[in-house]
Every structure is written in C-alpha cells, then in structure tokens.
C-alpha cells in the first residue's frame, strides 16, 4: 500500500515562513506528478503547486512569488517553502501523488493523498 506522509505544519506569525514535506512509501518504482493542495475551513480543496519529475512546476497565482515546491524523484519525497505567509495561506496542507507505479508493476489512477498537516498564519 502506497502511503503519504506529510509533515512540517505549525504556526507562524504573517511574513513568516514553514517549510513542509513529504514522504511517498510503498514499495514505489516511480511517481508522475508531485504536489500539494489545500484546504481552509468551510472550503473546498484548492491546488496550489506540483511538480514533475523532470522539475516542471505549476503555481496557483496567489503563492507564485511566495512558495518553491521541490521534489526528490530517487527519496520519493517533495517540499514545498512557504515564505511571505499570509493569514489568508491558514489550512490544511495535503500532499498528493499522482500517476505512482509500483515496482510489483501495480499503477494506480486515481490520485494518492496523504493525511494533511495544519498550517496556521497569525496576523
């Protein structure tokens, strides 16, 4: 079983930074597209940045300029620095994988979440 786990979360004060990341286990022969999202209270989940194997990165507009995401394709793992934080940035993070091959040759489809981690901006 593929699994996610991020870490990282906490609280910060505006303008501060945090770094999160996360961690893919489970036998994992190679993953497509790496990526966070997020969720603030009474939301719905939005997406915020991936990234490619190759290092191709997509940024939602509102954290271009503020967050860097990066990935490790040999640890399976992939960070995103948040600096300049907002109140407006407070949710719950969730890393996410998608396109994850299995070395037993198993793929999965549908995209692979981990549990989320809290992060919370004070103004």
């Known amino acids: 079983q593929v699994q996610l786990v991020e870490s990282g979360g906490g609280l910060v004060q505006a303008g501060g930074s945090l770094r999160l990341s996360c961690a893919a286990s489970g036998n994992i022969l190679s993953i497509n597209a790496m990526g966070w999202y997020r969720q603030a209270p009474g939301k719905q989940r939005e997406f915020v940045a991936t990234i490619t194997p190759g290092g191709t990165t997509n940024y939602r507009d509102f954290v271009k300029g503020r967050f860097t995401i990066s990935r490790d394709n040999a640890k399976n793992t992939v960070t995103l620095q948040m600096n300049s934080l907002k109140p407006e940035d407070t949710a719950v993070y969730y890393c996410?994988?998608?396109?994850?091959?299995?070395?037993?040759?198993?793929?999965?489809?549908?995209?692979?979440w981990g549990q989320g981690t809290q992060v919370t901006v004070s103004s």
């Open positions: 996410a994988a998608l396109g994850v091959r299995k070395l037993t040759g198993q793929a999965y489809t549908s995209t692979i």
